[in-house]
């Protein structure tokens, strides 16, 4: 809702201070890591490399491009077809947090607000993927998670102790902002401020009969709206599969399946696993007292329960005598091994103490032979021996085109069947043969296909699914181009008549919101204009709704909240089928103290603006004291690099 106020005053508040209170520490890796660097000076005191200082700290061109790099993943999980190209605006943006980020630490750095190990460590045991099966921060855990994030523990330290710096000292200035009534009133009442029009309708098909261009009218329109008219990059593909066809005829023999039996004698002997129920005390007499009201027919639960919490029962399901031997130790696991199901064992000493065990159930599995076995292990061996084969004949393929091999020699060599793509785009639609399209297995393929230009060597690309793989490359590209005339010339006649069309709608509308801005009722206006247009309408709102729907307000509603009293003006429909002219009649004051709730949401929405601001401000201060000096230069190239990486 405030952000109304904020467009219709053209106020700009800038970038939100990413460290205000809430933002989570992984908020800052998509700003980069923080390192040192050389101290070869140019200029003004900064490395070559450097593209901003603040205080002692640095923004290199490696922290920008590991910036730029985490925000294109994050935009590939939305478009996966998102390159530096596309978001090479927000370079920008991630440059200014970047400096904000600095600007904070350099500033802690000059006054001596430091942060401890202690306070950083304890931020790091409550990242996400730091923590081990048991819920606790996982040593090994957090190395996969430096891994999988690009990151070193150094990185991720500085990050944490920015985002404390950040919350520690924008939070005191930064929240509980209040602001009082007599402030929040009159926006409230804005809210409430009600309006009446009219609106005449100006339809685009009113004045497309009789429109008809001639060829140089379509040659003109068509050399002026060229980029309208392109069809992207097109190719032929040539795919050869590597899959489990070309290994379907992989068998293994009686002797490979024997000797598979022969080595796993324990897979295939008789097991015997049972599920048990233990109770673990420090002292033998509570055990005897829990194990003789076990026997005398109570459940262990029952059983223990006199004991109090220094006896809880634990149950082991589909135990194993040695798994359980490693949980109890090995005179407990022989006693209950030994025991028939449903009997009570013990109480036993282990060393964690006195064990009464309960043998819930038995689960015995008899052995198989080699005959019971044998298409068990055939399945294994030859799904085995097929991923070896289809692997060495990746191998071969590969080292053939290493060698030089182009793509029929490839195939041809490995004796692959192939198939030729019609021209294509690189969403795998056809324009010369509509109803084809690639089959969705072979997106990888695809985006390889497009990627490679027709001169590079094939590229082998893995399968989804464990498909196998397959060997791309171009037989032809066809380089983007307008679509010729001749081929489009029903689309082209059809939009220049309908621009056209909208032309003369657009000087209508304008004649009838002179007339009627200047006095002339809309009706009367209308009348003059000398065209059959559809009745006028009544237009009413008030401004809330606007602040409510956004972006859904229609464009005659939306044109009524900024006008004066008896003005007129004309505004696109925003699907193309004419112009609106609307005229207010009536503009209604609102008056918000009759709704006490909008004066207070307004309160609140304007603290949490104010807050934003005092942040923002805050930062701004910080920057200039600490005199935050940037090479444009460099800033240039950079930005110019990562933007051509794209390309």
Do not use: C
């Amino acid at each position: 809702m405030l952000s109304f106020f904020r467009n219709l005053s053209k106020s700009k508040v800038g970038t939100w201070i990413i460290a205000l209170v809430g933002i989570g520490i992984l908020a800052g890796f998509a700003l980069g890591d923080i390192s040192n660097f050389g101290t070869g000076k140019l200029g003004f005191g900064m490395n070559s490399s450097t593209l901003a200082k603040v205080g002692s700290r640095e923004i290199s061109e490696r922290e920008m491009n590991d910036a730029m790099q985490r925000r294109l993943q994050m935009v590939r999980q939305q478009n996966p077809d998102a390159d530096y190209a596309t978001i090479v605006r927000d370079f920008d943006p991630l440059l200014d947090q970047l400096i904000n980020e600095r600007a904070v630490l350099a500033f802690a750095d000059k006054y001596g607000f430091l942060i401890s190990k202690r306070l950083v460590d304890a931020e790091i045991s409550q990242l996400p993927g730091t923590k081990g099966l048991n819920g606790e921060f996982s040593e090994q855990a957090y190395r996969q998670f430096l891994s999988q994030q690009q990151l070193t523990d150094a990185t991720v330290r500085e990050l944490v102790s920015a985002n404390l710096l950040q919350r520690l000292m924008l939070t005191p200035v930064a929240t509980d902002v209040r602001i009082p009534v007599g402030i929040a009133t009159p926006y409230a009442s804005m809210l409430m401020e009600a309006r009446e029009g009219d609106a005449a309708i100006v339809p685009v098909t009113a004045f497309s009969a009789g429109l008809k261009p001639t060829d140089a009218d379509l040659q003109a329109f068509y050399s002026a709206n060229r980029a309208r008219y392109m069809i992207p990059e097109q190719r032929v593909l040539r795919i050869a599969r590597l899959g489990p066809a070309q290994v379907a005829g992989i068998v293994p023999s009686d002797q490979e399946i024997a000797a598979y039996y022969n080595s796993n004698q324990a897979q295939f002997a008789a097991k015997e696993t049972r599920s048990l129920s233990q109770v673990v005390v420090p002292d033998q007499a509570t055990a005897n007292a829990i194990a003789a009201r076990a026997k005398a027919g109570a459940t262990l639960a029952a059983a223990a329960a006199p004991a109090g919490a220094n006896a809880a029962v634990t149950s082991l399901p589909n135990q194993s005598r040695q798994a359980y031997a490693s949980v109890a130790g090995n005179k407990p696991a022989a006693a209950a091994f030994a025991a028939t199901s449903g009997a009570v064992v013990g109480p036993v000493q282990s060393d964690f103490g006195w064990v009464v065990v309960k043998v819930d159930s038995v689960n015995a599995q008899s052995g198989k032979t080699l005959a019971q076995a044998r298409s068990d292990i055939a399945a294994r061996l030859t799904d085995a021996k097929r991923k070896t084969a289809l692997g060495d004949l990746y191998n071969r393929i590969q080292n053939g085109i290493d060698d030089g091999q182009n793509f029929v020699e490839a195939a041809g060599q490995a004796k692959l069947p192939v198939e030729t793509t019609p021209l294509i785009m690189a969403d795998g639609r056809s324009r010369a043969n509509p109803p084809f399209r690639l089959p969705p297995d072979l997106a990888p393929v695809l985006k390889t296909g497009f990627d490679i230009a027709a001169s590079d060597p094939p590229e082998i690309v893995a399968l989804p699914g464990n498909a196998g793989f397959a060997m791309v490359s171009p037989a032809e590209v066809v380089a983007a181009a307008p679509a010729p005339l001749a081929t489009i010339r029903d689309v082209v006649a059809k939009q220049w008549v309908d621009q056209q069309a909208m032309t003369r709608a657009r000087r209508l509308a304008d004649t009838i919101s002179a007339k009627a801005s200047g006095g002339m009722s809309l009706a009367d206006a209308v009348k003059q204009a000398g065209a059959s247009l559809p009745p006028i309408v009544p237009v009413a709102a008030r401004r809330i709704q606007l602040a409510e729907q956004g972006a859904k307000v229609r464009p005659p509603v939306r044109l009524l909240f900024t006008l004066a009293e008896g003005r007129s003006k004309s505004v696109a429909d925003d699907e193309g089928r004419g112009y609106f002219v609307v005229k207010v009649k009536k503009i209604i004051p609102g008056n918000a103290l009759l709704s006490p709730a909008l004066i207070g949401q307004m309160r609140k929405e304007l603290g949490q603006a104010a807050s934003q601001d005092y942040a923002q401000q805050f930062v701004a201060a910080i920057r200039a004291d600490l005199k935050v000096k940037r090479n444009e230069k460099a800033i240039q190239a950079e930005k110019q690099r990562i933007a051509s990486a794209g390309s």
